[in-house]
């Protein structure tokens, strides 16, 4: 028997700002376990959902008691594979992760689901259940505790990037309005006889 994990947080800010940064909540500086991602697969479906599965690289230290007891490699490298799934109409975004290695040490399972709140303007809620689980006879428990609790303290750093991921995005925003609005001014002198018109690539 496992522990499972569960937790429900409300991201002050629209489904679709929400999604766009989550996308690009790395490389960010409170994730920085996080090695490398790489998109595997992605494809519309005819239904119109956008379905991703990513390979992320992961680094995690084994607490100084596992050190004792494994070798010290087994705390350098992660695999876990991240699959997706955006439905634009309902304004979903379901994700399902799971490790690929070092699975008797300890599995790792978990889904989250990103939902625009119908009771809340510009509001997402964000729903995460984690199910953890070892197969080392006779540290099982303190494995599974150890597990939980280092998943309760990365969901607050991820939740710090994807608020770093939402900043950049909104930062950049208001640099491409701004550049706009540069440009527009620009467009509003005419053009002198002597001017050739640009060519688009």
């Known amino acids: 028997m496992g522990r499972y994990f569960y937790s429900e947080i409300d991201i002050k800010r629209p489904w679709h700002q929400v999604l766009a940064a989550f996308w690009q909540r790395y490389p960010n500086p409170y ?20 379905v991703s599965r990513r390979l992320l690289t992961k680094t995690n230290r084994l607490p100084r008691w596992a050190e004792r007891v494994f070798p010290a490699h087994m705390g ?5 594979l991240e699959d997706s799934i955006v439905d634009p109409q309902s304004r979903t975004l379901t994700t399902k992760t799971w490790n690929l290695n070092h699975n008797k040490l300890m599995t790792v399972v978990e889904q989250s689901l990103y939902v625009e709140d119908d009771h809340q ?10 199910w953890i689980s070892s197969a080392v006879y006779g540290l099982t428990r303190p494995i599974q505790e150890f597990g939980l609790a280092r998943l309760r303290s990365n969901q607050a750093e991820a939740l710090k990037g994807l608020e770093f991921a939402l900043a950049k995005l909104e930062g950049e925003t208001q640099v491409i309005a701004s550049n706009h609005s540069d440009s ?3 467009h509003l002198s005419k053009p002198t006889p002597t001017q050739n018109p640009k060519e688009f690539v």
Not at 31 to 50: A, C, K, M, P
Not at 76 to 80: F, K, P
Not at 121 to 130: F, G, N, P, Q, Y
């Open 76 to 80: 350098r490298a992660v695999y876990v």
């Open 184 to 186: 527009s001014e620009t």
């Open 121 to 130: 303007e510009s509001c997402t809620k964000l729903r995460r259940e984690a």
């Open 31 to 50: 994730s920085t376990h996080v090695l490398t991602e790489d998109v595997l697969f992605r494809e519309v479906t005819h239904d119109n959902h956008l």
